[in-house]
């Protein structure tokens, strides 16, 4: 299984640009990058995907490096519901989904 | 949002009895998944299905058996449960799509209180 890896933890201020960083040097050319973030007592939602080309959606941007080899997902204007555990994914058709620890993203008002 | 239903929400059992928990899904989607969430740990998957009775294992099954006689139920069972078991359980679902790769919907988890 292709493997991500993601800094525990970061930190930013409600309305600044948050950069949460993910690598995944074994992507291979079919693998698409997810993005899914968990809320406090909730279970993972979709945050946005891609394959190479950067992506935007009203929850955030997603950018891509043009070796694959790492990706950026892009918060505009962090909010205080904007806490929560970002997971980065590796996902190629149907297969055994493995999550690592994620970043847990801390707000500051 | 995805129709996931996971059953019970929240239960406390006894250390060496039987649990069965239920993942639900009205989308007819063919792939599902048992994850559970430990303090530190992150998601972890315990077992998947890619069909009716096709089931296999992820990383951390043991002591765990699931089962799939439908395309909308997917049950786990702990079948002596211990308190290492004391976990948040998530059911996913996803359909493999190609062109796009899988989106993976969520339930809202089942808390499991092993004494």
């Known amino acids: 299984d292709a493997k991500t890896t993601q800094p525990n933890s970061m930190e930013s201020n409600e309305e600044e640009p948050v950069h949460l960083p993910c690598n995944h040097s074994t992507i291979s050319g079919t693998d698409y990058i997810h993005w899914y973030r968990q809320l406090p007592s909730q279970g993972p939602e979709y945050v946005i995907h891609g394959l190479t080309s950067n992506v935007n959606n009203r929850m955030a941007s997603l950018a891509i490096a043009e070796d694959r080899k790492s990706s950026t997902l892009i918060l505009h204007r962090a909010t205080l519901r904007d806490a929560a555990v970002y997971y980065c994914i590796l996902i190629q058709g149907a297969q055994k989904l493995v999550f690592g620890q994620g970043t847990r993203l801390t707000i500051n008002p | 949002d995805a129709g996931i239903t996971q059953s019970p929400r929240h239960k406390v059992t006894e250390t060496g009895t039987p649990v069965t928990l239920r993942c639900h899904q009205t989308?007819?989607?063919?792939?599902m998944y048992w994850y559970r969430q430990d303090p530190g740990h992150g998601l972890r998957l315990i077992h998947y299905?890619?069909?009716?009775?096709?089931?296999d294992k992820g990383e951390v099954s043991d002591g765990y058996s699931v089962s799939r006689s439908k395309t909308e139920d997917f049950l786990l069972t702990l079948e002596s449960a211990t308190s290492s078991q004391t976990s948040v359980y998530f059911c996913?679902?996803?359909?493999?799509?190609?062109?796009?790769?899988?989106?993976?919907?969520f339930g809202e988890g089942s808390w499991l209180t092993v004494v």
């Open positions: 989308e007819n989607h063919r792939y």
């Open positions: 299905s890619y069909g009716v009775k096709d089931t």
């Open positions: 996913a679902i996803s359909e493999a799509r190609g062109n796009s790769g899988n989106t993976i919907y």
